[in-house]
């Protein structure tokens, strides 16, 4: 007979199986906390999300692309005005004079002969472009042909053409005071205010900026057509009636919320590591070749990015600074730089700021545009408040006025506040000219430095 055979046993586990599971927990551990921890980031970015999007704001580049208006192109003046800009390339390619270099000499009060014939030949050479710029200027809707559902990849040209365009408007405005014809000085000076314009509704911050440039191209010839011209009431009327004032802050906020979608299309780029490194390379953050130490420490950076759900909690932390932003241009134009300097502080500069990746790659450069914000709606009181002295020297003989005070009523319900201050503007008398300004960011009254205040000077 057989014996009954031993019932197997059961193996047991031996000792470096227990060496190896000890091991193992805590990093399962880790992975699931991991997890939870994304989960619960990521139902706070769906609420904040659906919160922004309550409020009737694009949050992808699709619903930017939607929220930026369309427009018929049979009424739409940026496409005449896009020709223009081709028109003008063509010129150039054949060969004309850089505008940058000739805008440089009109900064002068007086021209010479020479400085002139250049001017002349320059705005010649362009003068077909020219003319269908204004007639693209002469319509009430602008869209720029620009598809912002590219997200990050979406091209810009029209923007450098604008800013070309505003010189040689400038340009055309001197020769017509050289020429004695002030009438059509105000003119070309109110078309390049419009121009500037065009790009009012833009919701992208580099198109804010351009705006902010053309204007300034813009009131700088105007100070020196007013130095060496003289204007009368109707042509100076019409200059006030160009210049555009934006104190609520709306176009820098349409900036920013545009702005706040290309951000918001990186972190969906930034799915896995080749993504965030293609990032990186659009925006100057990505990791270098080779094997030095600041390249590895990039590397490592770049995977433990996603590997320890830090992308999450920088996505959040992206909405939430960016709506700070967005809602410091609420504020008084006087509380907004300081409200924008808290909120960049809390987003990139603040402890443990550093390891938001995307956060530092797609916001240095906000603050910096807050405050062109503010130098622009300042310069553009300014701007106003020295057409309506203009236009009360027409009927005193001559002679700018002792204060601003003396404009008030009849000329201005009140003097215009300084946007860094919430004071009135400063004005200073220098024999028959002056100088309207805002003390600027350094809030120290420099008298009018053009340098360190936001001045507006007419010399005589």
């Known amino acids: 007979m057989r014996e009954p055979a031993e019932p197997r046993r059961r193996p047991r586990l031996q000792r470096w199986h227990w060496i190896v599971i000890v091991l193992l ?46 427009v018929p192109d049979a009424q739409n003046g940026a496409l005449v005005i896009t020709q223009a800009f081709a028109m003008a390339s063509e010129i150039e390619k054949r060969g004309s004079e850089n505008l940058s270099d000739l805008f ?200 433990a990015y996603r590997g320890l759900a830090t992308d999450a909690e920088d996505h959040l932390h992206y909405i939430r600074s960016m709506t700070a932003i967005i809602e410091a241009h609420r504020l008084p134009p006087e509380q907004r730089l300081s409200a924008v300097s808290n909120a960049m502080w809390n987003g990139i500069s603040a402890p443990g700021t550093s390891r938001f990746l995307i956060s530092q790659m797609m916001m240095p450069e906000l603050e910096r545009a807050a405050l062109r914000d503010l130098k622009m709606l300042a310069g553009t009181r300014c701007f106003r408040t020295a057409l309506t002295l203009e236009r009360f020297r027409l009927g005193s003989g001559g002679t700018a006025p002792d204060s601003l005070d003396e404009l008030v009523p009849k000329h201005l319900a009140a003097v215009p506040a300084d946007p860094f201050t919430g004071q009135p503007l400063r004005y200073s008398r220098n024999g028959k000219g002056y100088v309207v300004y805002s003390i600027g960011e350094n809030a120290l009254d420099d008298h009018g430095d053009a340098k360190l205040d936001v001045a507006f000077i007419v010399e005589k």
């Not at 880790?30 to 922004?52: C, M, S, T, Y």
């Not at 450098?160 to 005071?177: K, N, P, T």
Request: proline share 4%; charged share 25%.
């Open 104 to 303: 440089k000499l009109t900064s002068q009060r007086t021209l010479s002969d020479e400085s002139l014939i250049q001017v002349r030949q320059a705005v010649s050479a362009r003068e077909p472009a020219l003319r269908r710029l204004q007639t693209g200027l002469e319509g009430d809707s602008f869209r720029y042909p620009i598809e912002f559902t590219n997200g990050l990849f979406t091209t810009l040209p029209h923007l450098g053409r604008l800013r070309s365009a505003a010189q040689i408007l400038a340009l055309e405005a001197r020769l017509a005071v050289a020429d004695q014809r002030p009438d059509l000085a105000a003119e070309r000076l109110a078309n390049g205010l419009k121009l500037a314009e065009t790009l009012e509704n833009e919701p992208l911050l580099i198109s804010f900026l351009v705006r902010s440039a053309c204007l300034e191209i813009t009131q700088e010839q105007a100070a020196h057509c007013l130095t060496i011209g003289t204007f009368d009431d109707r042509s100076l009327a019409r200059l006030e009636k160009a210049l555009v004032e934006d104190s609520s802050g709306t176009g820098f906020s349409r900036a920013m919320i545009g702005e706040r979608s290309w951000g918001l299309s990186a972190f969906s780029m930034a799915t896995n590591t080749a993504g965030l490194i293609q990032l990186g390379m659009l925006t100057g953050g990505a990791p270098g070749s080779g094997w030095a130490p600041e390249s590895i420490k990039r590397w490592f950076e770049f995977y």
């Open 25 to 70: 927990l805590p990093f399962v551990a880790g992975i699931v906390a991991v997890k939870i921890r994304r989960h619960g980031l990521e139902k706070e970015i769906a609420r904040e999300l659906a919160a922004i999007r309550a409020r009737g704001e694009p949050v992808t580049p699709e619903e930017l692309d939607a929220w930026y208006p369309k």
